[in-house]
């Protein structure tokens, strides 16, 4: 659907650890609409949101909020009861994506696959001996973006430490078996896989696994990305791109999306975690894998998230 004519709302900001990311995203999504001839305006997603909405007569929002209250349902749930259409996954799919513990749950019953796992509760934390995979592991918050509270443990003596910080944003952490290899990313728009981008974090001295974290992702030079690697086996890159729809519609998600991956030195694909509301930044993998895969410049692909957006619940 087309919302040339209509008032459009950018939601950025918001109260997540993922404040600042989400500030950069909305005000490039903003920018984007504007220079396509749409009536835009930004709102910073706070507990006055209902009121600016209906002050600002938005007849469409664009979401650009990354993490909790924005990215896990309850904007979108705000927006239903509203009925104002939105951009990206529903109530459902954006709770359970933004879960990892339940995410990989059901795509592990759905024969996707993913590292091996296991939840942790602040009441439990003390039996993780009991874990049935070695060393390395990888610690998360269990709803949390943007590598926030991540560590990569390769020693017994680090899993405290690791679960301390986890546990400075969530009662519910995930520890998920360590692959090896590559990292790739798969951008879906619409039920279409666009392309994989792989990122390659540069190493930091003292560091033993080098990772994705949160400042390889939004410091420029940190990390190489590479559009459609010539050297990714056919066999694979066609995998995490079928896998990846199949996901999103395992989950429930919608519009935009992107997928992550681990490829391990054996050729085995695993996804990591899907993402229902991605980076919009000019470090971001969703606009290199609609610029390479797809042949969209940024402005096209923001606009065609916006055509998608819609009301879930009674519709």
């Not at 879906?188 to 990122?199: I, P, Y």
Request: proline share 4%; hydrophobic share 40%; charged share 25%.
């Amino acid at each position: 659907m087309t919302w040339i004519d209509k008032r459009v709302a950018v939601l950025l900001g918001g109260p997540s650890s993922e404040r600042e990311v989400s500030l950069r995203s909305g005000a490039a999504c903003a920018e984007a609409l504007r220079r396509r001839g749409y009536d835009v305006t930004e709102i910073d997603a706070g507990p006055d949101l209902a009121e600016r909405l209906r002050a600002e007569k938005i007849d469409v929002a664009f979401i650009a909020l990354h993490g909790k209250w924005g990215e896990d349902g309850c904007v979108q749930g705000l927006l239903e009861m509203m009925r104002i259409p939105y951009t990206g996954a529903g109530v459902t799919g954006s709770a359970v994506a933004m879960d990892k513990v339940l995410t990989k749950v059901l795509l592990k019953h759905a024969g996707v696959p993913t590292p091996d796992f296991t939840l942790v509760e602040r009441m439990g934390r003390d039996q993780t001996n009991l874990i049935a995979f070695p060393l390395p592991w990888v610690i998360k918050p269990a709803t949390d973006g943007s590598s926030v509270g991540v560590t990569i443990v390769t020693d017994g003596h680090r899993v405290d430490d690791a679960l301390d910080l986890a546990f400075e944003t969530d009662a519910r952490v995930l520890i998920e078996r360590y692959v090896k290899g590559r990292e790739m990313s798969v951008g879906v728009l619409s039920g279409r896989a666009l392309g994989v981008v792989e990122v390659r974090p540069k190493p930091v001295e003292g560091e033993a696994i080098t990772f994705y974290d949160y400042k390889h992702k939004y410091t420029k030079g940190m990390t190489d990305y590479i559009a459609e690697p010539s050297d990714l086996p056919a066999e694979a890159r066609d995998l995490m791109m079928a896998l990846s729809t199949h996901a999103c519609e395992t989950l429930q998600v919608s519009g935009q999306a992107r997928v992550d991956y681990m490829l391990d030195e054996d050729g085995g694909v695993f996804v990591l975690e899907v993402n229902t509301i991605p980076g919009m930044t000019e470090l971001s993998l969703l606009p290199m894998t609609a610029h390479h895969g797809a042949g969209w410049n940024f402005d096209e692909l923001v606009e065609r998230i916006l055509h998608d957006a819609r009301l879930h619940v009674g519709s």
